[in-house]
């Protein structure tokens, strides 16, 4: 009698891991339609950074063949869609359709040794990646989704850390204007007003200009940690950014951080603790720029100097992230536009705006701005300096003379009126 029973048990098992290896497969099925409109979609938007052969360059992964395969191997269909949905195309990210990215999907399963069938793909599939049914089965991979691990430096996890924050606070103060909106969750009261002598000679512990200080030295004099103590770091908390391309150079001021995100998205931390602040958001009229850069920021006084990428300068309140003052320098219908960041001399903010490539007699320009705010609550600062011209190492460049400026520029001092002076 127990030898019937092995085998019946036996008979069970094996039907069952049959019958879980075929709905794996089942729901693992996309069309040759989704391949084929995949593979349109990845030429377009993926083929110049992951290469048309899916080999990946520089940065960009392989996303066919065995490191793709066993990277992504038991875990759900709908992991790779959200990955793909919520990060490319890289310059602009999310701005896919769920169909498209299903489609990508698809087109991507194909050149991992997949064929299409007659079942569409489905973005929610829970369906495990690349199970091997001669191995332990599809109960396995099944398995290995289902598995709780939290991430530790240098290995990822599948669920978050127990106290980790993905979100900000839903309960803040909202400030808006035309062009953005801020959520101010925590004022930052200990923040500093940050003087023209501090900016010339920032404090040890501040990082008050792209490059540390006016002369871009890069360099921090603080001695805390040393190679005798290097090797006792760990981490203190993680904050993620915005999805898109980030070059960022933060700015550190009184034990407040304030981030550039792609899409020119502000954030201000608590730098101890990573704990947000208030966030800016920058709201374009044609309702893209998500995947807008900007390098660094520019600090004085009570304000955050934010250049836009449609071309304008706005200055926020550095403790609550409202919106001071902004100003429109071109027009970015023009192919103007800011990357590069400001920099802040003698109370004047000054800004090298793009489109040097424009073969037109308006190009690129540097612009200076007085950094004072407004008189009145609502009114702007009047811009008496905008547009001035530029003296570079005893050479004078009218305005449209072909000259633009990069944040991290050295300045020495302004010349009233009409010239700032670089060297």
């Known amino acids: 009698m127990s030898r019937v029973h092995a085998v019946v048990s036996r008979s069970v098992c094996l039907v069952a891991a049959l019958f879980a290896s075929e709905l794996s497969a089942q729901e693992l099925a996309f069309t040759a339609e989704q391949m084929e409109r995949g593979q349109q979609l990845y030429v377009s ?77 489905q973005a929610d599939s829970t369906a495990p990646l690349f199970a091997d049914a001669d191995g332990p089965a599809a109960a396995s991979s099944v398995a290995a989704v289902q598995e709780q691990r939290t991430p530790l ?45 501090e900016l010339a000679s ?36 993680v904050w993620g950014m915005e999805p898109g391309r980030s070059q960022p150079g933060p700015l550190v001021r009184s034990g407040v951080m304030f981030v550039p995100n792609a899409g020119n998205v502000i954030q201000a931390l608590d730098a101890a603790s990573g704990t947000i602040l208030w966030e800016y958001r920058r709201v374009f009229a044609d309702g893209g720029g998500d995947g807008a850069l900007l390098r660094t920021l520019a600090m004085w006084e009570d304000m955050i100097y934010v250049a836009t990428a449609d071309a304008h300068l706005v200055a926020l309140d550095a403790r609550t992230g409202q919106v001071r003052w902004e100003v429109e320098i071109a027009d970015d219908a023009k192919g103007f536009g800011n990357t590069s960041g400001p920099i802040v001399a003698d109370g004047i903010v000054i800004n090298g705006i793009n489109g040097c490539q424009q073969f037109q007699l308006e190009s690129c320009f540097i612009t200076g701005h007085e950094g004072t705010p407004a008189k009145k609550s609502g009114e702007h600062s009047p811009f008496s300096n905008m547009g001035l011209g530029l003296r570079i190492r005893g050479e004078d460049f009218p305005r449209n003379s072909g000259v633009a400026g990069m944040s991290g520029f050295p300045v020495a001092g302004i010349r009233r009126p009409g010239w700032c002076s670089l060297v």
């Open 153 to 197: 430096p240098g290995f990822p996890g599948t669920i978050r850390s127990p106290e980790a924050r993905d979100r900000a606070p839903e309960v803040g103060t909202l400030f808006s204007t035309d062009t953005s909106t801020t959520h101010m969750y925590q004022q930052a009261d200990h923040f500093r007003n940050v003087t023209s002598s």
């Open 202 to 237: 920032p404090a040890d512990a501040d990082w008050t200009y792209w490059r540390k200080n006016p002369q871009s030295h890069g360099y921090s004099p603080l001695d805390q940690i040393n190679k005798e103590n290097v090797t006792d770091l760990s981490l203190a908390w």
């Open 45 to 121: 938007n993926c083929a110049a950074c992951h290469l048309p052969s899916l080999q990946g360059a520089f940065e960009a992964p392989a996303l066919r063949g065995s490191n793709f395969q066993n990277q992504w191997q038991g875990r759900p269909v709908s992991d790779l869609h959200t990955l793909i949905s919520e990060t490319m195309p890289a310059q602009s990210p999310g701005s896919l359709t769920v169909q498209q990215n299903t489609d990508i999907v698809a087109y991507l399963l194909s050149q991992n040794e997949l064929s299409p069938a007659s079942a569409a793909l």
